[in-house]
Structures are given as structure tokens and as C-alpha cells.
């Protein structure tokens, strides 16, 4: 396949357009600054600009393009940009795939599990209903920027990321390093639900998505979900570390501010719409993603 990405300077887009490429797939790759090399294209989605005779024919198209929600405080300002950086790329991206000549096959377009806010013990599928926080708010407005593509006839798959496991970057290189420091543990109460998904089935999952004839929104976590002291406690087994130190809720409010909500937030999501298209999971439970985690 000729596929474009965006986003993919960062931690996912790094390690899905180097498996791509290794897969036998032409990549381009969208960039801010002037192009350099014959593969990128340069775009400015802040003003809406996406040139789409430099995309030429597509056979698909990945955005995985936005701030990163835990990495700043929330702020309103940084509020503001968590949602402006997803619907300026996503309406900008869309926009040129409706202007070629010939529309694209497929847009994965990236998501999140946010969409389902708070949803306690009960087990999260594709058809649950949405939240109503901020980042519940965030993805249907996100999604929603798809819809010109959805309605051009263009297949769209939502990716509705969860906790990714990757030793660097997001919550879990956090977590790491307070392992590998011995003062790791359950954060707040621990009896939250939550539903990672190692880098490697993530990588796997969004080419499964590319390829193969999925539309709508697909839940990208390990099929057990577990809560967060079950998390932790795997996770210091496989480090040979102790998972005694919690971090009480007040703590993680006063550091992580609005933010610790997220972190404290129960959700049990299943990945059924992948697991109902014959996706297999390389590390389909907690043991196996902290045991890849140690290893990696």
C-alpha cells in the first residue's frame, strides 16, 4: 500500500512507519518544517494547509497527530490545544484526501479509550455509550472531524487507544522508573479498572486496521483488562521490585491537577470489534504486557 501518516514523529508514529516500511508498504510522512527527504511532505494543519498534489495517489491514510494529553497540566489554555491539535490535523488531513483525484481506500485515524469517561466495573465495548468529561467530549469532537471522509465513501476506523505499555514516554515509562526506584505501587484506591496495550500489539493493531475491512470505532487494548493494584502487583514481579508504596488520590490531584482524574478513572474496555475480526494479541493479558514491559 502508498500510505501518508501524520504524527509520525511520535512515540507510536515512530515504531508503526519503521514496521510499515519493513512490511513492504510506502510510507509518506507529514512535517511541520520544509521537506527533506523525497517521503515527506510538509503541511501547516494550523492554517488548514495540505497541498494534495504532493500526496499523489494514496492507497491509505494514518493520523495519529495530537498534544499529548499527560503531558502537561490542564490548563485551560493546554485544554484548548489538546482538542485544537486533533481537530486541526484531522480537518486538515481529510480535507486533502477529499480533494484527490482518487479517494483513499481507508483512514485510521487515532482515538482514544476517553470516550467512555468513567465507567466503574461494567465491561466497555465499542457500543458503550460516551462519557461526558472533557476527554470524553475531546473524542466525539475528534471522530467527528472523520465524518466528511466516512460520508465520501472513504472506510474509517477509529483507534480507541488505551494505556499504552511502552518502556519510554506515557504513564507506564512514569510508572517504570518509580519501580526501578522501589517506590512503586497501586495509585489511589487501585480497585480502578484499567486496559493497556503493549507497543508491539498497538503497532500490530493499527496495520490490522489499515488492512483489513474494519469501519467505526475498535477498542485497541489487551482483552483482560485488570484494575490497578492487579497491574502493579505484575508489574513489580516482573521488575523483582516491590508494589507496596500507594499513592494516595490527594497526592496524585495535587501533582497531576485535573489530569489525576484520568489516572484515578475505572475503565474495563474489551477489544471486541478487533477480537470479532480475528485479531490475535501477542500479549492479550496484564502478565504478558508488564512481562514484555521488563524485558523490553
Known sequence: MRVVVSGASGLIGRHLVAHLRGAGHDVLTLVRRPAREPHEVQWDPSRGELDPRALGRLDGAVNLSGAGVGDQRWTDDYKRTILTSRLDTTSTL????LRLDEAPQVLVNASAI?????????????????????????????????????????????????LLANPV????????????????????????????????????ALQFLLTQPVSGPANLTCPEPATNTALTTALGAALHRPSLVPAPAFALKLVLG???????ASQRVVPSVLLEHGFTFRHPDVAAVTGWLARA
Open 258 to 264: 485535573e489530569f489525576a482524574g484520568q489516572v484515578l
Open 114 to 162: 476517553g470516550a467512555y469517561g468513567d465507567g466503574g466495573s461494567a465491561v466497555l465495548t465499542e457500543d458503550a455509550p460516551r462519557g461526558d468529561d472533557f476527554l470524553a467530549d475531546v473524542v466525539a469532537q475528534w471522530e467527528g472531524a472523520t465524518e466528511p471522509a466516512s460520508a465520501a465513501g472513504i472506510r474509517v476506523a477509529l483507534a480507541r487507544t488505551g
Open 94 to 97: 481529510v480535507g486533502a484526501l
Open 169 to 204: 514516554g506515557g504513564a507506564f515509562g512514569q510508572l517504570l522508573t518509580l519501580f526501578k526506584l522501589g517506590l512503586g505501587g497501586p495509585l489511589g484506591s487501585g480497585r480502578q479498572w484499567w486496559s493497556p496495550i503493549s507497543m508491539p500489539d498497538e503497532i500490530s
